[in-house]
């Protein structure tokens, strides 16, 4: 028989709640309900008597607030059960937490008097219970908040625990790391220091010795002087005595001869007139006595014989002959006189002649004293200026050894400095550690404190509010799930959660990474539908925020003055200033290492061990280039390359780059300018040289005139018709004619311009200075003077230079000709137009191995013993090469023969000059290790591009050639070796064996 009894108890809560907010400082002030507690409807129990009342539930809210303690509990979950007592009414609060110790606690408060029989029994309106019902279902909630905030408490007392254990950990990691980088940094700096005072004693020593060469040099070019100038004066004196005694002598000569002469003509003369005097003297005596005795006789005959007057007649005839034998005597006598007037005259002209040669002899004789005496002052004068520049030289000296002792001084401090900027950044990170533990410790501090205050305050309020008592059977499946189960998703052993929750991110959070995060976010448990499923779930939620009220880690953003990040980031730029020192240190060491020979840059050289790797082919621009060749620096540098031959960086009207049109936009179909940048700091890292390819000849246009003509260049160097040359057959130039081959698909620029020529040395040293490029490759120099690629060098300064100088080689009957000397002294021509500021691949060598590798091997000897190419003539200066880009690949204008490949390189990478090794042949054909293992022997040997070769065979089986001092090659099936050769002294290893294609020896 059921009965309805009504009491209140409105006085009572209302003291409870006002005992419980003065026991909480810090707390929230508990809400009620402003419902008035009224009457609990109970129902009697029918086979009793007894009153069987329905469990009141309440609750209060607090401010939510993190604080942490441990669980009051440590049971197993337990249920409310509903006690059999008669007559009892009582109020039940029940709350479970999930974690990972899936500890509950259960909490009873009872408003009877116990089991003693002391309850009192009170009757109840039906309107007054329902209203207390929903009273203590509020006080419920309120219970159960308290619960919540004792969980978070302990919550956060065990994640505090784990971080200030995770953070003490980090910081005695972080400080054994940095002690250990600073010890190592001592021990670098110590050896460094070590190393650089043995190198100063070393550079002192070797310019102790520079002195003392010096000085013998000086005393040597002085005796050298001394006696050059005594041979010389000596030599002349000697000539010029010997030609004035030479000249006295035939002077001498001459007048002696004359007189001789003089003397036999006259005297031969004189006797024969007194001889033919004499003859016709006696002659004439004998006609007279003759006709005296005839006379006689014809006048004792006179009387006898009457012919007297015949006789008279005939000595008459006799006397007009013998006046005619006078007359003659007379005339002969005549003549006589005459000759020797002649030969007088003759004497006369004798002695003068003699006079004049004695005048030439004084002549000279004066000569050679005015010689002598000029010798003698130039002498002096060049003793001075030996003097002079031996005191500049030790000037000199003295001044780099002052300079030298100054960089020293520098480089030590600035490594003092690097390194005190490093103990210092590790102390500043050690105090900002210690900093944030002590900050750390206070806060945890703070949170003991406060989670002991929580922790009492709790304690008072389940004194109070909850007493243990049974659950009822219909109660077991009411459980209650705090913060709607995601409490198991957090309290884990995976600290970075609780890093990331109380600090946040340390940067900000990329949008794929957010998105991840957003799929793997704590599933909850799945949304209530309507009341009535909310009613039958055994799941009772409490009321959860809203998504956007919910702190995610997606969407939070880096906290301003982070300490933890700052510390990150500090720690970050110390590390890469620290690899940035270490590497300069290295490579300092490593320049240091290097003997002069090999430090020494020229741009027709380089260090003259240069080998050049071309980095790309004519299909290199279908892929993002830069980002593909940047990762093969290092291993380049393994295999001994030594520079980088780069694509043309700049904008180009066709893809591969040999056609630019504005020179500034380096966004080319290989990549963007950052990229190229990248790919040319990748290879600095592993210290190659990063050769640009860059075309000087021509430049295509972009607007067209009015006339139609494409020749207005724009971009950051706008250019018109001046800047073409005027013998430009299809682009109406207005500049001067070309100093070089016209190329006729772009317009060919006036490099006689000074606009043109500063535009193009300023852009240059933008390429150098802001890209990053340490030399050119310059593309088509046929089309302009080699005196403007000398200035544009010098202005430049690049590490190496090299040009195309690419022109056909002599064939007859379509064969090639063994002389190619005026193929190469064309190359020599351009190269010796740029005063030797470039070198030139040497196209000569290349044709001639076309054909020598065939079994020709004679090609490659020239009659002067040499190589036939411009290794020749010029060895410095010839950039050898068996393919590249245009000879290659996919245009095959030239290609080597595929099967000498391995023959070819053997050839160039042995040879004095600089070689070229094709991406193509490295990569793609299978014999990178061949040209690895042929660029070991080069550096083995020390072969460099002025090394001296000695030819020892070249004929159709083969080729034997030693280069330098201890390298011998051997092409072809030619059946020899070292031993078999006599002028080939030493002992020799062989190093390479690749049968009848090559061998090498390396000498012992």
């Given at each position: 028989?059921?009965?309805?009894?009504?009491?209140?108890?409105?006085?009572?809560?209302?003291?409870?709640?006002?005992?419980?907010?003065?026991?909480?400082?810090?707390?929230?002030?508990?809400?009620?309900?402003?419902?008035?507690?009224?009457?609990?409807?109970?129902?009697?129990?029918?086979?009793?008597?007894?009153?069987?009342?329905?469990?009141?539930?309440?609750?209060?809210?607090?401010?939510?607030?993190?604080?942490?303690?441990?669980?009051?509990?440590?049971?197993?979950?337990?249920?409310?059960?509903?006690?059999?007592?008669?007559?009892?009414?009582?109020?039940?609060?029940?709350?479970?937490?999930?974690?990972?110790?899936?500890?509950?606690?259960?909490?009873?408060?009872?408003?009877?008097?116990?089991?003693?029989?002391?309850?009192?029994?009170?009757?109840?309106?039906?309107?007054?219970?329902?209203?207390?019902?929903?009273?203590?279902?509020?006080?419920?909630?309120?219970?159960?908040?308290?619960?919540?905030?004792?969980?978070?408490?302990?919550?956060?007392?065990?994640?505090?625990?784990?971080?200030?254990?995770?953070?003490?950990?980090?910081?005695?990691?972080?400080?054994?790391?940095?002690?250990?980088?600073?010890?190592?940094?001592?021990?670098?700096?110590?050896?460094?220091?070590?190393?650089?005072?043995?190198?100063?004693?070393?550079?002192?020593?070797?310019?102790?010795?520079?002195?003392?060469?010096?000085?013998?040099?000086?005393?040597?070019?002085?005796?050298?002087?001394?006696?050059?100038?005594?041979?010389?004066?000596?030599?002349?004196?000697?000539?010029?005595?010997?030609?004035?005694?030479?000249?006295?002598?035939?002077?001498?000569?001459?007048?002696?001869?004359?007189?001789?002469?003089?003397?036999?003509?006259?005297?031969?003369?004189?006797?024969?007139?007194?001889?033919?005097?004499?003859?016709?003297?006696?002659?004439?005596?004998?006609?007279?006595?003759?006709?005296?005795?005839?006379?006689?006789?014809?006048?004792?005959?006179?009387?006898?014989?009457?012919?007297?007057?015949e006789e008279i007649v005939s000595i008459k005839s006799k006397n007009v002959k013998l006046q005619n034998a006078v007359?003659?005597?007379?005339?002969?006598?005549?003549?006589?006189?005459?000759?020797?007037?002649?030969?007088?005259?003759?004497?006369?002209?004798?002695?003068?002649?003699?006079?004049?040669?004695?005048?030439?002899?004084?002549?000279?004789?004066?000569?050679?004293?005015?010689?002598?005496?000029?010798?003698?002052?130039?002498?002096?004068?060049?003793?001075?200026?030996?003097?002079?520049?031996?005191?500049?030289?030790?000037?000199?000296?003295?001044?780099?050894?002052?300079?030298?002792?100054?960089?020293?001084?520098?480089?030590?401090?600035?490594?003092?400095?690097?390194?005190?900027?490093?103990?210092?950044?590790?102390?500043?990170?050690?105090?900002?550690?210690?900093?944030?533990?002590?900050?750390?410790?206070?806060?945890?501090?703070?949170?003991?404190?406060?989670?002991?205050?929580?922790?009492?305050?709790?304690?008072?309020?389940?004194?109070?509010?909850?007493?243990?008592?049974?659950?009822?059977?219909?109660?077991?499946?009411?459980?209650?799930?705090?913060?709607?189960?995601?409490?198991?998703?957090?309290?884990?052993?995976?600290?970075?959660?609780?890093?990331?929750?109380?600090?946040?991110?340390?940067?900000?959070?990329?949008?794929?990474?957010?998105?991840?995060?957003?799929?793997?976010?704590?599933?909850?448990?799945?949304?209530?539908?309507?009341?009535?499923?909310?009613?039958?779930?055994?799941?009772?939620?409490?009321?959860?925020?809203?998504?956007?009220?919910?702190?995610?880690?997606?969407?939070?953003?880096t906290k301003e003055g982070d300490t933890l990040f700052e510390h990150v980031m500090e720690k970050e730029i110390i590390?890469?200033?620290?690899?940035?020192?270490?590497?300069?240190?290295?490579?300092?060491?490593?320049?240091?290492?290097?003997?002069?020979?090999?430090?020494?840059?020229?741009?027709?050289?380089?260090?003259?061990?240069?080998?050049?790797?071309?980095?790309?082919?004519?299909?290199?621009?279908?892929?993002?280039?830069?980002?593909?060749?940047?990762?093969?620096?290092?291993?380049?540098?393994?295999?001994?390359?030594?520079?980088?031959?780069?694509?043309?960086?700049?904008?180009?009207?066709?893809?591969?780059?040999?056609?630019?049109?504005?020179?500034?936009?380096?966004?080319?179909?290989?990549?963007?300018?950052?990229?190229?940048?990248?790919?040319?700091?990748?290879?600095?890292?592993?210290?190659?040289?990063?050769?640009?390819?860059?075309?000087?000849?021509?430049?295509?246009?972009?607007?067209?005139?009015?006339?139609?003509?494409w020749n207005i260049f724009g971009g950051r160097l706008p250019w018109g018709p001046e800047a073409i040359v005027c013998?430009?057959?299809?682009?109406?130039?207005?500049?001067?004619?070309?100093?070089?081959?016209?190329?006729?698909?772009?317009?060919?620029?006036?490099?006689?311009?000074?606009?043109?020529?500063?535009?193009?040395?300023?852009?240059?040293?933008?390429?150098?200075?802001?890209?990053?490029?340490?030399?050119?490759?310059?593309?088509?120099?046929?089309?302009?003077?080699?005196?403007?690629?000398?200035?544009?060098?010098?202005?430049?300064?690049?590490?190496?230079?090299?040009?195309?100088?690419?022109?056909?080689?002599?064939?007859?009957?379509?064969?090639?000709?063994?002389?190619?000397?005026?193929?190469?002294?064309?190359?020599?021509?351009?190269?010796?137009?740029?005063?030797?500021?470039?070198?030139?691949?040497?196209?000569?060598?290349?044709?001639?191995?076309?054909?020598?590798?065939?079994?020709?091997?004679?090609?490659?000897?020239?009659?002067?013993?040499?190589?036939?190419?411009?290794?020749?003539?010029?060895?410095?200066?010839?950039?050898?090469?068996?393919?590249?880009?245009?000879?290659?690949?996919?245009?095959?204008?030239?290609?080597?023969?595929?099967?000498?490949?391995?023959?070819?390189?053997?050839?160039?990478?042995?040879?004095?000059?600089?070689?070229?090794?094709?991406?193509?042949?490295?990569?793609?054909?299978?014999?990178?290790?061949?040209?690895?293992?042929?660029?070991?022997?080069?550096?083995?040997?020390?072969?460099?591009?002025?090394?001296?070769?000695?030819?020892?065979?070249?004929?159709?089986?083969?080729?034997?050639?030693?280069?330098?001092?201890?390298?011998?090659?051997?092409?072809?099936?030619?059946?020899?070796?070292?031993?078999?050769?006599?002028?080939?002294?030493?002992?020799?290893?062989?190093?390479?064996?690749?049968?009848?294609?090559?061998?090498?020896?390396?000498?012992?």
């Open positions: 028989m059921g009965h309805s009894v009504n009491f209140t108890i409105t006085d009572y809560l209302l003291d409870y709640c006002l005992r419980l907010s003065s026991n909480q400082e810090d707390m929230s002030a508990i809400l009620l309900s402003d419902a008035v507690l009224r009457t609990l409807p109970c129902h009697r129990n029918g086979f009793s008597g007894k009153q069987k009342c329905d469990n009141l539930f309440f609750d209060h809210k607090w401010h939510p607030m993190a604080v942490i303690h441990k669980t009051f509990s440590k049971k197993k979950r337990k249920s409310l059960y509903a006690s059999a007592w008669p007559s009892r009414s009582r109020l039940v609060v029940f709350s479970s937490m999930g974690g990972d110790s899936g500890e509950d606690f259960t909490n009873f408060f009872d408003d009877g008097d116990g089991p003693s029989g002391k309850s009192k029994v009170l009757e109840i309106g039906e309107n007054e219970l329902l209203a207390t019902q929903e009273a203590l279902s509020e006080a419920r909630k309120r219970e159960e908040a308290i619960e919540k905030e004792r969980d978070k408490l302990l919550e956060e007392l065990a994640r505090s625990e784990s971080k200030q254990q995770e953070y003490m950990a980090t910081i005695m990691h972080d400080k054994e790391l940095a002690v250990a980088e600073l010890e190592a940094a001592k021990a670098l700096f110590h050896q460094k220091l070590q190393e650089s005072v043995e190198e100063k004693f070393n550079l002192e020593s070797q310019l102790v010795l520079a002195k003392q060469d010096a000085l013998e040099l000086a005393v040597q070019v002085e005796k050298f002087a001394e006696i050059a100038f005594q041979q010389a004066t000596t030599h002349i004196l000697e000539d010029a005595q010997l030609r004035v005694a030479a000249a006295e002598t035939s002077a001498a000569e001459a007048a002696y001869q004359i007189e001789e002469q003089i003397r036999s003509a006259t005297e031969g003369t004189i006797l024969s007139i007194v001889k033919q005097s004499k003859d016709a003297i006696e002659k004439a005596l004998a006609v007279a006595q003759a006709a005296g005795d005839h006379t006689a006789k014809a006048m004792a005959a006179f009387t006898d014989d009457l012919n007297l007057v007359t003659d005597l007379e005339s002969q006598l005549l003549g006589s006189k005459n000759e020797i007037g002649r030969l007088k005259l003759e004497l006369e002209q004798t002695l003068q002649r003699a006079n004049a040669y004695e005048l030439q002899a004084y002549n000279a004789e004066k000569q050679l004293l005015e010689f002598q005496e000029s010798t003698r002052k130039a002498a002096h004068q060049q003793e001075e200026e030996v003097r002079a520049l031996l005191e500049k030289m030790k000037k000199d000296s003295a001044d780099r050894r002052k300079a030298a002792s100054k960089a020293f001084k520098v480089e030590l401090e600035t490594i003092k400095a690097a390194l005190e900027a490093a103990k210092e950044a590790a102390r500043s990170r050690d105090e900002a550690y210690m900093r944030r533990c002590e900050a750390l410790q206070r806060s945890l501090k703070a949170a003991e404190a406060t989670s002991e205050t929580w922790r009492r305050r709790a304690e008072m309020a389940e004194s109070i509010l909850l007493k243990q008592v049974p659950l009822s059977e219909g109660e077991e499946d009411a459980i209650y799930v705090v913060n709607g189960g995601r409490i198991d998703h957090l309290m884990d052993d995976d600290s970075q959660k609780w890093k990331l929750l109380s600090d946040g991110p340390r940067r900000e959070i990329p949008d794929w990474m957010a998105r991840q995060i957003l799929s793997h976010r704590p599933k909850f448990p799945p949304r209530k539908i309507g009341l009535s499923e909310a009613r039958l779930s055994k799941f009772k939620t409490l009321e959860l925020p809203k998504p956007d009220e919910v702190w995610s880690i997606a969407q939070e953003k590390e890469k200033k620290r690899k940035a020192l270490e590497h300069a240190l290295q490579r300092k060491t490593v320049k240091w290492q290097r003997t002069p020979e090999e430090t020494k840059l020229e741009p027709g050289t380089g260090t003259g061990r240069e080998i050049v790797f071309q980095g790309f082919n004519w299909e290199s621009w279908r892929r993002q280039w830069y980002l593909e060749l940047a990762p093969k620096a290092a291993d380049l540098s393994r295999c001994g390359i030594t520079a980088v031959w780069f694509p043309p960086p700049t904008e180009s009207v066709a893809p591969q780059g040999y056609m630019p049109s504005d020179l500034y936009n380096l966004n080319s179909a290989y990549g963007s300018q950052e990229e190229l940048k990248y790919c040319i700091e990748e290879m600095h890292n592993q210290d190659l040289l990063a050769l640009g390819d860059v075309v000087l000849n021509h430049r295509c246009a972009h607007k067209q005139s009015p006339n139609g003509v013998d430009d057959p299809n682009f109406q130039g207005s500049g001067n004619p070309s100093s070089g081959d016209i190329f006729h698909a772009a317009p060919n620029i006036d490099h006689s311009q000074d606009f043109v020529r500063r535009d193009i040395k300023e852009w240059l040293n933008w390429l150098r200075n802001d890209i990053g490029f340490d030399g050119w490759r310059l593309d088509f120099v046929r089309g302009f003077s080699g005196g403007y690629v000398k200035e544009y060098v010098e202005a430049s300064n690049p590490a190496f230079a090299i040009g195309e100088y690419w022109d056909s080689l002599a064939y007859e009957g379509g064969n090639l000709c063994y002389s190619q000397d005026d193929h190469r002294q064309r190359i020599v021509n351009w190269i010796n137009a740029t005063n030797g500021t470039s070198s030139a691949f040497d196209v000569t060598t290349k044709g001639i191995l076309h054909s020598a590798l065939h079994n020709q091997y004679w090609r490659l000897i020239d009659p002067q013993g040499k190589p036939t190419g411009v290794m020749g003539w010029w060895p410095s200066r010839a950039v050898t090469f068996l393919e590249n880009h245009d000879t290659g690949s996919t245009q095959g204008h030239w290609p080597f023969p595929r099967e000498k490949l391995t023959q070819g390189y053997a050839y160039i990478l042995t040879h004095p000059g600089t070689p070229v090794v094709f991406y193509d042949h490295f990569y793609d054909f299978g014999i990178r290790d061949i040209i690895t293992e042929l660029i070991e022997a080069r550096r083995r040997a020390g072969i460099h591009c002025r090394s001296p070769i000695k030819i020892y065979h070249a004929h159709n089986d083969g080729y034997v050639a030693k280069i330098g001092d201890t390298l011998v090659v051997k092409l072809g099936q030619f059946d020899w070796n070292p031993s078999k050769e006599v002028d080939l002294d030493g002992s020799w290893q062989k190093f390479v064996d690749k049968g009848m294609d090559y061998q090498l020896w390396l000498r012992q």
